[in-house]
């Protein structure tokens, strides 16, 4: 298990809930797409797409991606690589979807965007980071921070 706590990166993933993943498709071609995330109990973090969506498809024919959460207010990003995996257990599953779906009415105060797709049926995927690179340009000229965290 890979742990974002303890660090500045976790803070950061921990206080926010969207991000944009990148992925590749089987043509080397990149895609972005909004997620809403949670982190489990394990310090994984999650999310849900639908499976006749082009991310899914992407993430099945090359599960590498990368993933960058922006703090609307300040200047301040996490990226990440990794890879990502599907969550099989049935129980787990429908635990974070659930969870992904009350964070997202909770920001949103509507209904996750991924429930209005009609394409597919839903799948948990687990994003495990490879690398995170924690950027912050709150700092004064000269001193901008930019902390780089291999696991």
């Known amino acids: ?8 990166i976790h803070d950061f993933v921990k206080a926010h809930a969207r ?12 895609s972005t797409s909004v997620i809403f995330y949670v982190i489990d109990k394990h310090n994984e973090l999650h999310f849900v797409t639908k499976s006749q969506t082009k991310k899914y498809e992407n993430i ?8 960058t ?5 300040k200047p301040i990003a ?10 099989q257990d049935q129980p787990e599953r429908d635990a974070l979807m659930q969870e992904v779906f009350r964070l997202s009415y909770s920001e949103l105060h509507d209904y996750a965007p991924i429930i209005k797709l009609h394409k597919g049926s839903f799948s948990v ?3 495990l980071p490879k690398e995170a690179k924690m950027t912050d340009f709150t700092k004064p000229m000269g001193e901008a921070k930019e902390d780089l965290k291999t696991y």
Do not use: R
């Open 1 to 8: 298990m890979i742990s974002l706590f303890g660090d500045a």
């Open 19 to 30: 991000a944009v993943i990148a992925t590749v498709d089987g043509e080397g071609q990149p």
């Open 60 to 67: 099945k024919q090359n599960n590498k991606a990368s993933i």
């Open 69 to 73: 959460i922006v703090d609307v207010e």
């Open 78 to 87: 996490v990226n990440m690589n990794g890879v990502v995996v599907e969550v």
């Open 125 to 127: 995927f687990k994003f």
